[in-house]
Nanobody
Framework: QVQLVESGGGSVQAGGSLRLSCAAY????????MGWFRQAPGKEREGVSA????????YYADFVKGRFTISQDSAKNTLYLQMNSLKPEDTAMYYC????????????????????WGQGTQVTVSS
């Protein structure tokens, strides 16, 4: 059974940094999507960043390009999201997600592409 466990959320002031971690358990696929999503109160869940391991590519939503960096430690089965220059509008619950993919579908940042989700970690950025 696949289990994803996020950590690293917290409260920071605007301009600060946080590093989120997502530990994956029971996940043995060699080609898959793994990504970060977020959902603010009253808003839909949106894709932030993701990795497609089949091609070794990383993808970012426009609103985080240049500020957030996704990375993966395959030996530890852990996904990271380094978030710098945080803004109040980055405040949301951040979720880790994963799913097997034999080829790139072109929509890696769409939530419905993923079957496995973590419980979320809250990020709050104050002005």
């Amino acid at each position: 059974q696949v289990q994803l466990v996020e950590s690293g959320g917290g409260s920071v002031q605007a301009g600060g940094s946080l590093r989120l971690s997502c530990a994956a358990y029971g996940y043995t696929y060699s080609s898959y999507y793994m990504g970060w999503f977020r959902q603010a109160p009253g808003k839909e869940r949106e894709g932030v960043s993701a990795i497609y391991t089949g091609a070794g590519r990383k993808y970012y939503a426009d609103f985080v390009k240049g500020r957030f960096t996704i990375s993966q430690d395959s030996a530890k089965n852990t996904l990271y999201l380094q978030m710098n220059s945080l803004k109040p509008e980055d405040t949301a619950m951040y979720y880790c997600a994963a799913d097997f993919r034999s080829k790139y579908s072109g929509v890696i940042l769409r939530p419905d592409e993923y079957r496995y989700w973590g419980q979320g970690t809250q990020v709050t950025v104050s002005s």
